[in-house]
């Protein structure tokens, strides 16, 4: 893993890495909005009281098609939103 934040001084500069990755995986940040924004695969980790921007009961953006959504279940239960991401990603990569 390679650590660019030392590098990262504005949105073009964050746009431009986003640009280069396969998929972002992130919270409830600019981040999560920019990679949307960009059309970049992402997948946005979100709370049990996440932002109104994400609605609710949904794996889906409709701001952001190419968004997934993965909501813990129970709040302050990270380990099941990892557990589902690590899946997803698994399925996504095709290994076990």
């Given at each position: 893993?390679?650590?660019?934040?030392?590098?990262?001084?504005?949105?073009?500069?964050t746009a431009?890495?986003?640009?280069?990755?396969?998929?972002?995986?992130?919270?409830?940040?600019?981040?999560?909005?920019?990679?949307?924004?960009?059309?970049?695969?992402?997948?946005?980790?979100?709370?049990?009281?996440?932002?109104?921007?994400?609605?609710?009961?949904?794996?889906?953006?409709?701001?952001?098609?190419?968004?997934?959504?993965?909501r813990q279940?129970?709040?302050?239960?990270?380990?099941?939103?990892?557990?589902?991401?690590?899946?997803a990603l698994?399925?996504?990569?095709?290994?076990?």
């Open positions: 893993m390679l650590d660019l934040s030392d590098s990262l001084t504005d949105f073009a500069d431009a890495v986003i640009a280069q990755l396969d998929l972002v995986i992130t919270v409830c940040t600019s981040v999560s909005h920019l990679a949307g924004a960009l059309g970049a695969p992402v997948w946005v980790l979100l709370s049990t009281s996440a932002d109104w921007r994400w609605l609710l009961d949904r794996e889906d953006s409709p701001w952001y098609p190419s968004a997934r959504l993965f279940e129970k709040p302050d239960d990270w380990s099941g939103v990892a557990r589902r991401a690590r899946e698994q399925d996504m990569i095709g290994s076990p």
